[in-house]
């Protein structure tokens, strides 16, 4: 009971910075805006490029399920891709919706258990080689972009930053590709320890060999492409024009921003995001706004509509 109300307390700790920092973004990027320009802005949007950026959102929904699907050992790729896809779908509209630490990747966890004969542990570790591939593409997206992200956010805001990013991704690296046998011999005295740990080791099976690690490179590097496609695609619905690497700072500020506690929505977070870069690369505030508010609506809109079918799907075929 005592660890249940510790963990409870925690989440609402968690959904309360989240709500402080969706209140506080969206005060910062609603002040002293000429509310005529953004309403200009998002009437002026041009429907073919919005179009193309909403079907870039789904076509990164399809990538992850894909990616997902290639984490699995030979042996349990019975799983259907199309569950995959509608239960990864649902888990995003829940990180979304109820902005609970980890909400999302249990929902994952639990639906797949329940719809195959898979460990728990073993799903959760195909979610942490997930986590990590991305962790990797967003230091690279942070090392090309570095001197624009250091000017925007404070030089030494962007190093604690990058230094805590590195650090993550080390560490995580070094579990995944060199520990995995010295955990294990080291826990050979407790069993149950080693054999939980193999378990969790288990969802790492996609690096074993090199196929399957260019696989999941390929993967991983198709999301990020449409994902910045997404962006430019609906960059270009608000006529906002900036250079390649301001889309790669925007791109990359998300991103981040999304791993912190996040309001219900997403609501204030990706306008603050937008006005923040947006500004310093020359455009209005007002305008910035605009952009944000289209971004937003793409980011999220797609990802809603497609929770109902999604749900049925998933219900459908779940036992």
Request: hydrophobic share 60%; net charge positive; aromatic share 12%.
């Amino acid at each position: 009971m005592k660890q249940g109300s510790v963990g409870g307390w925690r989440q609402v700790a968690y959904a309360g910075a989240g709500l402080m920092l969706g209140g506080l973004g969206l005060y910062l990027s609603l002040r002293d805006v000429e509310w005529n320009t953004v309403w200009e802005t998002l009437r002026a949007v041009r429907p073919v490029w919005l179009i193309l950026a909403v079907v870039c959102v789904v076509g990164v929904a399809w990538l992850k399920a894909m990616r997902w699907y290639s984490l699995f050992t030979p042996n349990d790729r019975h799983l259907d891709g199309w569950s995959l896809a509608a239960i990864l779908i649902l888990a995003q509209v829940v990180n979304i919706v109820v902005p609970l630490r980890g909400s999302g990747e249990m929902l994952r966890i639990g639906w797949v258990t329940r719809r195959y004969s898979i460990n728990a542990l073993q799903v959760g570790g195909t979610l942490v080689v997930e986590k990590l591939t991305d962790l990797l593409v967003l230091l690279g997206i942070a090392l090309a972009v570095l001197p624009w992200v250091a000017q925007i956010v404070g030089r030494t805001v962007f190093i604690f930053a990058l230094w805590l990013l590195v650090a993550g991704v080390l560490i995580m690296t070094a579990v995944v590709v060199r520990f995995r046998g010295a955990f294990a011999d080291r826990l050979g005295r407790w069993p149950l320890a080693a054999r939980y740990l193999d378990q969790v080791f288990g969802g790492f099976s996609a690096l074993r060999s090199v196929n399957s690690t260019w696989e999941l490179t390929g993967w991983t590097l198709a999301v990020w492409v449409l994902s910045f496609a997404s962006l430019f695609g609906t960059l270009q619905a608000a006529q906002i024009a900036i250079p390649v690497e301001g889309g790669g700072v925007l791109l990359l500020l998300l991103y981040l921003s999304f791993l912190l506690p996040t309001p219900p929505g997403l609501i204030g977070l990706v306008q603050y995001v937008c006005v923040l870069v947006l500004t310093f690369f020359g455009v209005t505030r007002d305008r910035a706004l605009g952009a944000g508010i289209v971004l937003h609506l793409v980011l999220v809109l797609p990802l809603l509509m497609l929770a109902f079918p999604a749900w049925l799907y998933v219900g459908r075929r779940m036992p």
